[in-house]
């Protein structure tokens, strides 16, 4: 089942392209940690799966929606749920819990860290990402939060002693495209002159959200095709969290 949302993306559609290799730097750090046991919570369009589920020896992938799955070596498993809590998994299970861009979406932020060390091994390893909300160039509803620098520190704290948190960066190439996206984006929010996008219930909001980002990244795209096709994910790099990154790239560790 393909989600039609600026939220998803498979990396088919170009106007995505940049959001598509923001993402994907993740995943290419992660395969170059993972083994043994693996979870992938929300595994989206799949293209994650194929990029790691070959370092596992088995990888669970779950998500709310319908995951496409294209796996021949039988060691792919795919569950549907909405977490948390994460059902039928034991304790102490997964050597690795992979999630990006799904913290943003879970409205027990603190029940879904409890979980994920749950069914870690000791000594098992989450990897996550999550938007830097000060990177944000307007509220998105299909967000319950987004998280400051201090807040995801502290709210990592709270369950993972041992936590590494750095940020994902772009380099002129991605922070051109990120600017002129700024300059458009304001295009739209100047009509917003009562702030309704900082009051109005998330519901409300989402479909003309995610109809205008549609219409912008294509408006982009449109009029300035190079600045959206020549990223790739190797104008992405990551390094120490500050203020300026645009994602959250943390890697804890289950000591207990």
């Not at 796996?71 to 498993?77: A, Y």
């Amino acid at each position: 089942m393909k989600i039609y949302t600026a939220e998803r993306n498979s990396g088919q559609e170009q106007s995505d392209n940049v959001i598509h290799h923001r993402h994907l730097i993740a995943y290419n750090e992660a395969e170059k940690m993972i083994s043994g046991t693996v979870l992938e919570i929300g595994s989206g369009e799949g293209y994650g799966i194929r990029i790691l589920s070959p370092r596992s020896n088995k990888y669970f992938a779950l998500d709310k929606h319908r995951t496409p799955v294209d796996d021949n070596s039988g060691k792919v498993i795919f569950r549907q749920a909405i977490i948390p809590p994460l059902e039928g998994f034991e304790d102490n299970y997964f050597d690795f819990v992979v999630t990006f861009q799904v913290l943003e979406h879970i409205k027990n932020d603190a029940l879904f860290l409890r979980e994920i060390k749950r069914v870690l091994k000791p000594g098992g390893k989450l990897i996550l990402t999550t938007p830097n909300k000060l990177m944000s160039l307007t509220r998105n509803p299909w967000h319950i939060r987004e998280y400051t620098p201090e807040q995801f520190t502290r709210l990592i704290s709270t369950c993972f002693d041992d936590a590494e948190i750095n940020g994902v960066y772009g380099n002129e190439k991605v922070m051109a495209y990120h600017e002129e996206n700024r300059r458009s984006v304001r295009k739209f929010t100047r009509f917003d002159i009562l702030r309704m996008q900082y009051w109005l219930p998330r519901f409300l909001l989402q479909i003309p959200y995610d109809l205008a980002n549609r219409m912008n990244r294509r408006r982009i795209m449109k009029e300035s095709s190079r600045l959206v096709s020549d990223v790739t994910t190797s104008d992405f790099s990551i390094k120490e969290m500050s203020q300026s990154c645009f994602d959250y790239f943390c890697i804890a560790t289950k000591t207990i």
